[in-house]
Nanobody, 123 residues
Framework: DVQLQASGGGLVQAGGSLRLSCAAS????????IGWYRQAPGKEREGVSL????????WYADSVKGRFTISSDNAKNTVYLEMNSLKPEDTAVYYC????????????????WGQGTLVTVSS
């Protein structure tokens, strides 16, 4: 079975940091673009960051550039999202997502979704 197990969410004060993890299993990790979406209360889901072997650099949404860093440990089939300088507007459920094609991923056409982890940033 395919699984994307997200963890690491929690409550943090503005300006603080959190690291999210996404452990993948059931598919060939290296063949997929894997990253993070988020959905804030009352808002649409949006892409946050993506790692893809077809791209030389990670992709980041403008709202998180310079504050968030995505990385992976291929030996552990795990993707991380290091979130620094957190703002109240970063409050959302963060979902790990994987697709065979990075362009599809960026267009919300996702093969596999994780269950989400809640990040709450207090002001």
């Amino acid at each position: 079975d395919v699984q994307l197990q997200a963890s690491g969410g929690g409550l943090v004060q503005a300006g603080g940091s959190l690291r999210l993890s996404c452990a993948a299993s059931g598919f060939t990790f290296d063949d997929y673009a894997i990253g993070w979406y988020r959905q804030a209360p009352g808002k649409e889901r949006e892409g946050v960051s993506l790692l893809s072997s077809s791209a030389s650099n990670p992709w980041y949404a403008d709202s998180v550039k310079g504050r968030f860093t995505i990385s992976s440990d291929n030996a552990k089939n795990t993707v991380y999202l290091e979130m620094n300088s957190l703002k109240p507007e970063d409050t959302a459920v963060y979902y790990c997502a994987a697709d065979r094609d990075a362009n599809r991923w960026l267009m919300f056409e996702i093969d596999y979704w994780g269950q989400g982890t809640l990040v709450t940033v207090s002001s």
